[in-house]
């Protein structure tokens, strides 16, 4: 009968204390950092004081606690560190931003913003001063003046061609025909600053008859006598017939007010047209006598409305189009003369950046 052997396995000392002192110091190692961790609080970020705007200082601020470094990425492949819980930064081209904050690298926040373009500064002294009457009339020459100072040429439009119609400070203009017509000047051949007012022009008076004037040249004009008078002299001074009263001067034809439209409906109805889903005539009613080819300052680049609505209409899905409009209207009637925008146009297969419209 043969008898069972068994092997038995024998570990060295060394090895052994060896795996015990790699356990010990895991256990310190586990406890050390379990007595030291701090669970992340809720914390956020918010933007202080100034507008988001190209070439302005954004102040960012956090209000998380207990933290001893703070890495800032701006979403513009430019980062910061700091040790206080804010920090400036200026952007350098319109878009959304996603705003990463990481505190003691360990805890994160993250925040969007959107930078939109800076508006143009207009320089007040580059705009006409127009001196002019409130009405005119048909064949009358009327002076159109300009105050401004720093004018050295002008470009005058009366209303009633589609050229300029004088190039001197002190313009005259003889209207042909009556209404409502719109004036326009621009100085300096700066087309972004045009000077937009309104005159009503009657109609030509009606000539008068010529009467008997003492002492005058010529021949002597004197109404004609009827032989048999139709009526008494003695009962004629009696009872005078009443005379004609002066006719009242004509009154200028009423306002015709336009519809009234606010800039974020305008800017719905652009995004809705885009894929051509809208004809431009849509926008013909809001417009100064329906004109099409209304001044549009793109993005500081003066067009027409003609030329941004083509724009518009060749993006595919307005949802990709970001407008800002700021719309200028005439006081007297509400029709729109100028309009600021800012467009953008996402880009990219993720959406994720923007280009000029």
């Not at 060896?18 to 895991?26: D, E, F, P, Q, S």
């Not at 990463?100 to 805890?107: E, P, Q, Y």
């Not at 913003?113 to 064949?139: C, F, Q, R, W």
């Not at 021949?219 to 009872?239: G, K």
Request: hydrophobic share 40%; charged share 20%.
């Amino acid at each position: 009968m043969q008898k069972k052997q068994f092997m038995v396995f024998r570990l060295d000392d060394n090895v052994i204390i060896t795996l015990l002192a790699v356990c010990i110091l895991a256990s310190l190692a586990f406890v050390v950092r379990f007595k030291n961790y701090k669970p992340c609080a809720d914390f956020t970020i918010k933007t202080v004081g100034s507008t988001l705007q190209v070439g302005t200082i954004v102040r960012l601020e956090t209000d998380v606690r207990d933290f001893k470094r703070l890495h800032w990425d701006f979403g513009d492949n430019q980062q910061s560190v700091t040790e206080v819980g804010s920090v400036m930064h200026s952007y350098d081209a319109p878009g959304d931003y996603t705003i990463m904050l990481i505190a003691d690298g360990k805890c994160t926040e993250y925040k969007t913003i959107t930078i939109i373009e800076a508006p143009e500064i207009v320089d007040s002294t580059l705009i006409a001063k127009l001196v002019m009457p409130a009405t005119a009339e048909v064949d009358v020459p009327v002076l159109f003046t300009d105050t401004s100072s720093r004018a050295s040429s002008w470009e005058w439009r009366f209303g009633e061609t589609a050229t300029v119609d004088g190039t001197l400070r002190n313009q005259y203009y003889t209207y042909k025909t009556p209404g409502w017509k719109t004036i326009s000047v621009v100085i300096n051949g700066n087309m972004k600053t045009p000077l937009v007012r309104k005159i009503f022009v009657n109609p030509k008076a009606a000539a008068e008859l010529p009467r008997a004037n003492a002492g005058a040249s010529g021949p002597v004009i004197r109404p004609r006598v009827n032989e048999e008078p139709q009526t008494a002299p003695l009962p004629e001074q009696l009872n005078p017939r009443p005379q004609p009263q002066n006719p009242k001067p004509q009154a200028p034809e009423p306002v015709v007010m336009y519809p009234d439209v606010a800039a974020a409906d305008f800017n719905q109805m652009l995004r809705n047209s885009a894929g051509g889903k809208r004809p431009i005539s849509t926008f013909s009613k809001y417009f100064c006598e329906g004109n099409m080819n209304t001044t549009v300052i793109l993005n500081g680049k003066a067009t027409t409305f003609q030329q941004f609505f083509a724009k518009v209409a060749a993006v595919k899905k307005g949802d990709k189009l970001s407008l800002t409009t700021t719309l200028y209207k005439n006081k007297q009637n509400n029709c729109i003369n100028k309009i600021d925008v800012i467009g953008k146009v996402k880009t990219g297969m993720l959406g994720m950046s923007w280009r000029d419209l």
